[in-house]
Nanobody, 113 residues
Framework: QMQLVESGGGLVQPGGSLRLSCAAS????????VGWYRQAPGKQRELVAT???????NYTDSVKGRFTISRDNYKNTVYLQMNSLKPEDTAVYYC???????WGQGTQVTVSS
């Protein structure tokens, strides 16, 4: 079963930027749409952004214009570039194949001064 591993989280000040990476263990990754999700303390997990096999992207309203999802199929990796970060973006971020698959460990993003 293909595994996805998230990385790139950390502590950043409001207005700062981070780039998250989601590395897949199999080249079949390129045949799947992938999503970035996040879960803040005490809240349900939410879908943040998706990218299709052909690169079509969608975003939840709260991150439009600030976050960019992209993929590099040669590296079996999906990225989430996060700019103009806000304290409400603080959460554990996960990536997952949209059509199924299992959840990984996630990567913690904390936006705080």
């Amino acid at each position: 079963q293909m595994q996805l591993v998230e990385s790139g989280g950390g502590l950043v000040q409001p207005g700062g930027s981070l780039r998250l990476s989601c590395a897949a263990s199999a080249s079949s990754f390129r045949f799947h749409a992938v999503g970035w999700y996040r879960q803040a303390p005490g809240k349900q997990r939410e879908l943040v952004a998706t990218i299709s096999i052909r690169g079509t992207t969608n975003y939840t309203d709260s991150v439009k214009g600030r976050f960019t999802i992209s993929r590099d199929n040669y590296k079996n990796t999906v990225y989430l570039q996060m700019n103009s970060l806000k304290p409400e973006d603080t959460a554990v971020y996960y990536c997952k194949v949209v059509s199924g698959g299992s959840w990984g460990q996630g990567t913690q993003v904390t936006v705080s001064s």
